[in-house]
């Protein structure tokens, strides 16, 4: 919540004083105006407008929570008619956000909006340039590899050394190491929790150089999960037809996407210029967000654009792309019964990108990665996105050779992405990138990240009205809200917003860490959690930059969050140590029927077999949800003989003990004599009471039991 401190209050009046008079008055109106960036030592003007429709004669006003501005000097507000003209030029000492109300009265009545304007060291053309990570994100199969490596590499010519951080929300148990002036790497092995709770991750990256403001990079970790075979519903499809390019400017590439469910995210595009082979490694290929275009999740169609790789060679020059589709459906809403699909299924679609010479003719502010792609001969490509994407300049020498009042012709020389230095019309703003819509922030701002919001006044239960703003790149300014929490509390809080842009809705910790996310596709998402004390946050975000209006309801209950699950009696058995004993009777079976399994604690059974001796076992238990799945794996002394795990399902066998339904039957025949170990396991975190019975050499004794 915003506490305002008015210190300084300018008044003009527009005309003589009201005449006098008796009667009905209907208040003036002043239109909105959202908020707005201004730079140190740069003049800034801002133009507030009203009306009144009984015509009476307007006074415009504006307060400001900075103390001395009214004694400043070069500090203008004036007024014509029913506009006012507001003038300053920032100093150092106001960096920081300020909040300023600008009012219009026409004697009676009075009418305001509310304006942050974000004050910021001026930009230069020398802030830094994410190099690597490339694309917007990657996927990591976790059958190969739970180790994630990501390297980091900035560009800063005026800077000898940047520093590399993780911002708000971190990802738990992720480090980041930097080993050079402007490169680092980061690293991170998802614990099984992790891995259970989600498969997408944001990782938010910075590049400080201390001059400028940070440069941000949003970077998707995409966890692939080993399925079972029994997962319920069908995959997504994807129909493409791969066809030739010829152009200078980027390359738009698009799929018919489709489930019988429904996607449960944006589909994703991996590219390379290499041939990534017949079973490609997609973490070493680029990484982009699919558009929907048009349709739904059950049936769309969707776009990525992707760099041309011919745009700055030679005129006839050619390359092959290499690129891959990937999309997943949420048939599986609370467990890891969710299909994904890579299109194709092997290898790599492919085409021939051709230079067929001359420029690209691209417009001031459109998304460029070479001059050349850029309107005319004298018109760059430069860094003027938030991550230091490009975009079209236009080569000038006044600002009237510029295409319209929000732009100017630099006063210096700017490089381009190509290293050629020339004056170009840029954004008076110094980025493109953002929506061009007007969008009046709402009254909780500034709340855009995790330090902003940390003095704030916690968020009441019950529900408000939001809106989710363009950011200055390619991305949305991010709402955050403190919650106080007294003591163990079960929060519920969810978002619905338009399908303008996606928002997702993220639970963050005291510390900065993000314990549950709801990131489905579309703007509604909801979020249950038991927490406990003092305060958390709520962050809402999109990786697209739309105006769109959502609403936000957050309800607590006093609820005790300890653990639900009771261990059983017979606890330890955790491990081949401490194991409990099946005797072995060929005429009857070991049966125990008030057996439990906790979060990542299995239950392990040892019996003493002779080659050729075969195990008959049955768990019998009542199951609702994914996270009350119960499976049965098989050791010897050494290893694992069944080669079922959450990252490996190569060996899972929904018809003998490792299905995703109620009651499992198991059966295996040993090759050689010595210990065994038959154990009960929790499939990704499950917990559950359960019935066990083994035999030997007698299946009579544990018959099967009915599958759900």
């Known amino acids: 919540m915003r506490i305002r401190r008015v210190f300084s209050l300018f008044i003009f009046v527009a005309a003589a004083a009201l005449a006098a008079g008796c009667g009905s008055n209907e208040a003036p109106t002043i239109d909105g105006i959202g908020d707005k960036v201004a730079y140190v030592n740069s003049a800034f003007e801002l133009t507030i ?42 100093r150092p000492m106001d960096i920081g956000i300020h909040a300023f109300d600008f009012i219009v009265s026409d004697g009676k009545s009075t009418a305001s909006t509310a304006v942050n304007i974000d004050v910021r060291y001026q930009p230069s053309s020398s ?83 201390h001059s400028n403001a940070k440069v941000i990079k949003n970077y998707l970790i995409v966890l692939k999960k080993a399925l079972k075979q029994d997962c319920p519903g069908g995959a997504p499809t994807v129909q493409h037809s791969p066809a030739d390019q010829s152009t200078v400017v980027g390359l738009t590439i698009d799929a018919v996407v489709q489930d019988d469910k429904g996607i449960a995210h944006e589909p994703l595009l991996y590219y390379s210029t290499m041939d990534p082979g017949a079973s490609p490694d997609l973490t070493q290929m680029a ?42 459906d949420n048939d599986d809403a609370s467990g890891d019964c969710d299909h994904l699909t890579q299109s194709p299924s092997t290898g790599s679609f492919s085409m021939k990108v051709t230079n067929p010479g001359g420029e690209g003719g691209l417009g001031v502010c459109e998304p460029c990665t070479h001059d050349t792609q850029c309107g005319g001969s004298g018109d760059n490509c430069l860094g003027l996105g938030s991550s230091g994407e490009g975009y079209c300049g236009k080569g000038c020498t006044l600002d009237t050779e510029c295409p319209g009042a929000d732009y100017y012709c630099s006063l210096s020389e700017w490089p381009s992405l190509d290293g050629v230095n020339a004056r170009q019309c840029i954004p008076k703003s110094f980025q493109c990138g953002g929506s061009s819509e007007t969008c009046v922030d709402d009254t909780y701002e500034p709340n855009d990240s995790f330090t902003q919001i940390l003095q704030a006044t916690g968020l009441n239960p019950g529900s408000i009205d939001v809106m989710s703003c363009p ?56 979020i249950t959690e038991c927490v406990s ?16 209006p959502y609403k936000l309801t957050y309800s607590k209950t006093a609820k005790s969050c300890s653990s639900s699950c009771a261990a059983d009696k017979y606890e330890p058995d955790d491990s081949r140590a401490q194991a409990r004993n099946v005797p072995v009777d060929y005429g009857s079976s070991h049966k125990v029927s008030d057996n439990s399994i906790c979060a990542g604690n299995d239950d392990w059974f040892k019996m003493s077999l002779l080659k050729g001796e075969t195990v008959y076992a049955t768990i019998g238990f009542q199951q609702t949800d994914p996270l009350q799945d119960l499976d049965i794996r098989f050791f010897d002394a050494t290893k694992d003989l069944t080669n079922c795990t959450e990252t490996n399902t190569a060996g899972c066998d929904n018809a003998n003990g490792q299905s995703s339904t109620a009651n499992e039957n198991f059966k295996k025949t040993v090759t050689a004599a010595g210990d065994y170990y038959l154990v009960v396991h929790g499939w ?13 050499n007698n299946q009579t004794a544990c018959p099967a039991l009915p599958k759900q």
């Open 49 to 90: 407008t009203g009306s009144d429709p009984d015509g009476d004669s307007l006074t415009f006003s504006y307060n400001a929570d900075i103390p001395d501005l009214a004694e400043r000097d070069g500090v203008q507000f004036t007024q014509d008619g029913s506009s006012a003209l507001f003038r300053w030029t920032p």
């Open 127 to 209: 802030a830094p340039v994410f190099r690597e990570p490339l694309g917007t994100g990657t996927i990591v199969d976790l059958s190969k590899t739970t180790d994630i490596k990501v390297r980091i590499v900035v560009d800063d010519a005026d800077t000898p050394e940047v520093t590399i951080a993780m911002e708000e929300p971190r990802i738990d148990n992720a480090t980041i190491e930097q080993d050079g002036p402007q490169n680092a790497y980061w690293y991170w092995t998802p614990t099984p929790a992790q891995i259970a709770a989600d498969d997408r991750y944001v990782l938010t990256l910075s590049a400080d150089d």
């Open 287 to 328: 990484q982009v967000t699919m558009v929907q275009m048009s349709g739904d999740a059950k049936s769309g169609s969707w776009a990525a654009d992707v760099p041309n790789p011919v745009a700055n060679e030679p005129a006839g020059s050619s390359a092959t792309l290499y690129y891959v589709m990937v999309a997943q």
């Open 471 to 526: 950011g200055t790149g390619a991305s949305a300014n991010e709402d955050w809200f403190v919650v106080d929490i007294a003591g163990d509390t079960e929060v519920t809080v969810s978002i619905a917003g338009s399908s303008s842009s996606d928002l997702d809705l993220q639970l963050v910790d005291k510390d900065g860490k993000a314990i549950a996310t709801s990131a489905m596709l579309g703007s509604e998402e909801s």
């Open 533 to 548: 004390g003092p305060y958390y946050f709520f962050r809402v975000y999109s990786l697209l930059g739309a105006k769109n």
């Open 684 to 696: 990704a975190g499950a917990q559950n009471t359960y019935g066990l019975c083994i035999a030997v």
